[in-house]
């Protein structure tokens, strides 16, 4: 069982400082799958967290997902700016 420490809360910000990240990107898409997918991130990476006894790993991974699609969006504004 893991254990709730100091680090906790900072978890559970940073969880939802990504979750509020999905929301703002999938917001244009639709009202509702925005909020599912916001909420969907959050209690996925908190149940993560606690199936795998890690928090950094968990957290590594989104940021690399984040950064990757970041970079994807990057990729495909610049194509599209000099067609």
Same mark, same amino acid.
């Given at each position: ?9 900072? /978890?559970?910000?940073?969880? @939802? #400082?990504?979750?509020? /990240? ?6 244009? /898409?639709?009202?509702?799958? @925005? ?15 606690? @199936? ?14 984040? #950064? ?14 000099? @067609?």
């Amino acid at each position: 069982m893991p254990a709730i420490g100091l680090g906790t809360p900072l /978890f559970v910000v940073v969880q @939802a #400082l990504i979750s509020s /990240f999905v929301y703002v990107e999938v917001k244009p /898409f639709g009202r509702l799958s @925005a909020v599912v997918a916001g909420i969907s991130v959050f209690v996925l990476g908190v149940a993560l967290a606690l @199936a795998l006894n890690g928090v950094l790993e968990i957290v590594g991974v989104e940021l690399l997902l984040v #950064l990757g699609y970041r970079l994807g969006q990057r990729v495909l504004e610049r194509r599209v700016s000099s @067609a």
